[in-house]
């Protein structure tokens, strides 16, 4: 439930305390009409107010669409992975969501790759949502009102992906002095620092700063063979004008990842920096009758950077990925013509895929330098019909055009116009249930590359071009749905989906080949592939119990000329059993327990079958692409937290966070170690295979305050 | 709330009853052939066949795997040799084929026939028509490392046709060559048809421990440059990778020859300049 309180004198700690009455109050009277509810407060006299106004509840999920909409608060209730509270983990809770594996950070959405789903914070795309292996979360919890996770049929004025949208939010809301807050967070990895300060009645700021320091507290003492070091900062800062029948609203961000080893005895160097910057302006406006314009301009940069030495000589291998959008969106939307909404969004994206600059002695090589210069326009029609009693459909189309000039040794232009249609028939009975059906199709022009066995800052984008046609998709769901948007209860839902892709990429694996090639576009694999599941979710919440459920039967294959002959082979995070539970229980006003159980079935990945020798080196021969799976996968943690409070609102919290508490090992990837000699002396080989695991028992303690 | 607790129990059934995929285990034997002519030189043919991936393998499986008993043939245009199999301990296989008539000659084609019982298997190649020319090779002092000195090279090349050099260096004193970083470049990306670089020597099998990139003061070293064709490039490319063994990077990983028959293979000619120098 929103209320909106706006009143200029309540600025003391007893006027704090009425105003949270006010809200309990409000709560009893759920279903008080707002001519009720203002006479029955303003009869209380407890506070002169200027204004209250109900809004709207806001659910969970709705009838009529197939999105899911995640709260501040349930985004708080997700499990802190290193003591860090990361929002995309509200998302990974979420069935149909496979994980990738321990520090992994992708998101791998109904057997979609982790690039084909898209990020953004306010409405400005993320490139990289993530810091290495997702220690940390790349947007501030602190900074995100609610989620809104998109990944059935979506509205058209959502385009460019195939799996899922995952829109994070910051608070839209009128603020008061009750927003004005303070908070300090630690763990032993980092600190960060949040403010949010009502500056006038109309004009609000939030901010928050970010340092780790593992270069200080923790990689002197691990890895002293070959020195390692890596650290991050991020900064956030967002502003907001409210208008008479409006808002603005101004969001920036950059942060920064760095990353240097050294190695073979300290003679190879190698520097990674990484990072995403963020800025966006957006104008909300409504007209006279209920029509609402909304408007945003923004600007988001993804750069990486490779510096590997070779001895300190001057001899280097220079290798950098950027890609940056601007973007412009205008949207209108017609309330009383069964919402109607129309829009246009024009984007203009800057792409060096793999950019490699060999300096070897005094003289340089530039070897791949693809440049793709890419404007797109998205125009889009959406609306709501009610078919009958019980029936309604939320439908819509989008035409996008794109064209993509590519910059290599000549210029080529590419041109693609695509249609878009995207809808969902709803079946409404005894107000809480429901039944749904949807279709889409949707496009994506621009591709997010994996070039190894994790998700790595080294994926690059890249656009559609001459030789790499458009991903394309038809999706069908289908799934009853219990919704209780009463406070407590149960929520549950089942759906079922099937998707056909053209069009989907790999990268060859060959790292030689980007450098021989000239073109990383020559490194693709190019195919097809299918999914289909079915996805189970149960939630339960009581007074002192927040629980969550979700199961998932699915499969994903995929069908690639260049790879395992031609034939059927499963998507590496193809994982047809996953199961997430979260459990948060309130053992008192002060302590707290939370938990997460994380079961899904092991990664695919090519078995090792044999050896051979060539040229003097052992190599191995491999079976099948991708037809033997990891043991099954699973991991528990746990944490426990005390809450409490000095002087008269200085709210404290302790945690202590175990990661993975049964120490389970498990296997990111299988690895094959060689050692031996054939000089005459005597000749030996010893194999050995490992499975290397990446995450084993760890405790963390984390330290919040705020003000 | 029943049709969710049908749909619940008609996935678990269908989840019990999931045939798992194929466990790829399954080992087929290979034969694995590396053969090689160089102009002015005679071709040699080393055959072994491959191993199951739990074999342990000793000294004994060592000379097991060695095929001594194929029929080596070698075709030119105006000859032939069935090739003589040679004992040397030195390298390994410890035995392999070479002839002891035919020469390699700049621009000609060769074929390779390979006869194991009733298993024939056959490949065709040809050697560039272009030797490489070493224009020079000097060292540089090191920083870090005062010990050792940086190797580099200049290449030139004039003429039309694309080219595809691969490097390699080896102490005096030992048989064999081990490929350089880079490993190798093609003429495109010289510039007034010359072609500079530091040249950093690589182990020569990925079962030794990695040494210094470096090479020591007076020890002297061959530097050998061989222009092949652009099948045999590629397969050498794709080997390094396999034979580098990075498991976080997937793809295709199957190393395809030019040698047909039940055997990965590669059969290849060069064109090769070498020159000796010693890092003072």
Redesign the interface.
Do not use: C, W
């Given at each position: 439930m929103y209320i909106i309180v706006n009143n200029r004198t309540l600025d003391t700690p007893m006027y704090r305390l009425i105003i949270i009455m006010l809200f309990s109050v409000l709560q009893s009277f759920g279903q008080h009409s707002k001519e009720r509810l203002t006479d029955s407060l303003s009869n209380r006299k407890a506070v002169q107010l200027e204004e209250i106004q109900l809004l709207k509840s806001i659910p969970r999920r709705n009838h009529s669409d197939q999105s899911i909409r995640m709260g501040k608060a349930e985004i708080q209730q997700t499990f802190k992975f290193l003591g860090n509270l990361d929002p995309l983990n509200a998302v990974r809770v979420l069935p149909g969501v496979a994980s990738g594996g321990d520090l992994n950070s992708g998101l791998y959405v109904r057997g979609g790759d982790n690039g084909h789903n898209l990020i953004q914070y306010n409405g400005i795309t993320i490139y990289n949502p993530h810091h290495l292996f997702g220690l940390f979360p790349l947007i501030n919890p602190e900074m995100v009102n609610h989620i809104r996770f998109y990944n059935g049929a979506p509205p058209a004025f959502l385009s460019g992906r195939l799996s899922a949208y995952i829109q994070m939010q910051s608070a839209q809301e009128r603020f008061d002095s009750l927003s004005n807050e303070i908070a300090f967070h630690a763990s032993i990895l980092n600190a960060d620092f949040a403010i949010k300060k009502k500056i006038t009645p109309r004009f609000y700021l939030e901010g928050q700063a970010r340092k780790s320091f593992l270069n200080l507290l923790v990689w002197p003492f691990i890895n002293k063979k070959n020195p390692t070091g890596y650290d991050i900062y991020d900064l956030n800062i967002n502003l907001y004008y409210r208008w008479k029948n409006g808002f603005t609203q101004l969001t920036s961000y950059q942060g920064e990842d760095r990353f240097k080893m050294q190695f073979?005895?300290?003679?190879?160097y190698q520097k990674m920096d990484w990072g995403n910057r963020l800025v966006g302006l957006y104008h909300q406006q409504q007209l006279g009758e209920g029509h609402e314009l909304k408007a945003g301009l923004s600007q988001t940069a993804y750069n990486y950077k490779l510096d590997f030495d070779?001895?300190?000589?001057g001899?280097n291998i220079f290798l950098k990925n950027n890609v940056s959008s601007l973007q412009y969106d205008l949207k209108y939307k017609f309330k009383r013509q069964h919402g109607l909404e129309v829009g246009y969004i024009g984007s203009f994206h800057r792409i060096n895929p793999v950019d490699i600059h060999?300096q070897?002695?005094?003289?340089g090589?530039q070897?791949n330098h693809l440049k793709q210069r890419i404007l797109q326009h998205h125009l889009f029609l959406q609306t709501q019909l009610n078919i009958a009693e019980h029936w309604s459909a939320q439908a819509g189309l989008a035409f996008v055009k794109y064209q993509n000039n590519d910059y290599n040794d000549q210029k080529v232009q590419s041109v693609w116009n695509s249609w878009e249609p995207t809808i969902t028939f709803s079946y409404l009975f005894k107000d809480n249930?429901s039944f749904k059906l949807g279709w889409n199709r949707a496009g994506q022009h621009i591709q997010n590359i994996a070039?190894?066995?994790?998700s790595l800052p080294l994926d690059f984008w890249i656009g559609g071009g001459a030789e790499i046609s458009p991903s394309t998709q038809d999706q069908y769901t289908m799934g009853?749905y219990?919704l209780n948007n009463k406070q407590r209860g149960w929520e549950?839902?089942?759906e079922?989906f099937y998707r056909d892709l053209k069009n989907v990429y790999?990268?060859?694996?060959?790292?030689?080949?980007i450098v021989?090639k000239n073109n990383v576009v020559h490194s693709l694999?190019q195919g097809r592939a299918k999914s289909y599941g079915?996805e189970?979710y149960a939630k339960y919440v009581s007074e002192r119990l927040q629980s969550t459920t979700a199961?998932t039967?699915s499969r994903a294959f995929r069908w690639f000329d260049?790879?395992n002959d031609g034939n059927k082979f499963?998507f590496?995070y193809d994982r047809?059993?996953q199961l997430n539970m979260n459990v948060l229980y309130q053992i008192s006003e002060f302590w707290k327990l939370s938990s997460n159980f994380n079961l899904e079935s092991g990664l695919?990945?090519?078995?090792?079958?044999?050896?051979?020798?060539?040229?003097?080196?052992?190599?191995?021969?491999?079976?099948?692409?991708n037809?033997?799976?990891m043991p099954l996968y699973h991991r528990l943690d746990l944490g426990v937290s005390r809450n409490f409070t000095t002087g008269n609102r200085i709210k404290h919290e302790i945690g202590l966070h175990i990661i993975n508490v049964y120490n389970r090992a498990n296997p990111l990837?299988?690895?094959?170690h060689?050692?031996?000699?054939?000089d005459?002396g005597?000749?030996?080989?010893?194999?050995s295979?490992k499975d290397?695991a990446v995450l084993p028992f760890i405790p963390m303690f984390s330290y919040s305050v705020r003000l | 709330m029943r049709v969710i607790l049908l749909l619940s129990l008609l996935t678990l059934f269908l989840s019990c009853n999931n045939k798992d995929l194929d466990d790829g285990l399954s080992y087929t034997p290979k034969f694995i052939i590396d053969g090689n002519i160089e102009v002015d030189d005679f071709p040699v043919v080393k055959i072994t066949h491959n191993i199951p991936i739990n074999a342990k393998i000793d000294s004994a499986l060592l000379e097991q795997i060695i095929i001594r008993w194929a029929k080596v043939e070698v075709v030119s245009k105006d000859d032939t040799e069935v090739l003589t199999l040679i004992h040397d301990k030195k390298v390994f296989p410890y035995y392999y084929y070479k002839a002891r008539r035919l020469k390699g000659k700049l621009g000609e084609s060769y074929k390779l026939k390979v006869t194991y019982n009733d298993i024939i298997m056959e490949g065709e190649t040809y050697i560039p028509d272009h030797r490489p020319e070493i224009d020079s090779l000097w060292f540089k002092d090191n920083k870090v490392d005062t010990m050792r000195k940086e190797l580099y090279i200049r290449l030139f090349d004039d003429t039309p046709q694309l080219d595809y050099y691969r490097f390699y260096t080896r102490p005096d004193s030992i048989m064999e060559f081990s490929p350089t970083t880079p490993k190798f470049t093609d003429d495109s990306k010289f510039i007034n048809q010359y072609f500079e670089s530091s040249l950093y020597r690589n182990r020569l099998s990925n079962f030794e421990e990695p040494g210094s990139t470096l090479f020591l003061r007076d020890v002297p070293i061959i530097v050998k440059v061989s222009n092949m064709n652009k099948q045999a490039n590629d397969f050498w490319n794709k080997y390094q990778e396999l034979s580098a063994n990075i498991p976080l990077f997937g793809g295709n990983k199957l190393l395809q020859g030019n040698v047909s028959g039940p055997c990965i293979g590669i059969w290849y000619g060069t064109a090769s300049h070498s020159q000796l120098i010693t890092p003072n």
């Open positions: 073979n005895k300290k003679t190879v070779y001895n300190s000589s001899s060999l070897m002695a005094e003289s090589q070897l249930y070039m190894s066995a994790t009853f219990f549950l839902s089942a079922a790999e990268f060859n694996g060959d790292i030689n080949s021989e694999y079915v189970i199961y039967y260049d790879l499963p590496k047809p059993h695919n990945y090519t078995p090792e079958v044999g050896r051979y020798f060539l040229n003097n080196n052992i190599l191995s021969e491999y079976g099948p692409y037809s033997v799976r990837f299988r690895l094959s060689y050692e031996g000699s054939l005459e005597g000749q030996y080989i010893h194999t295979q290397l | -």
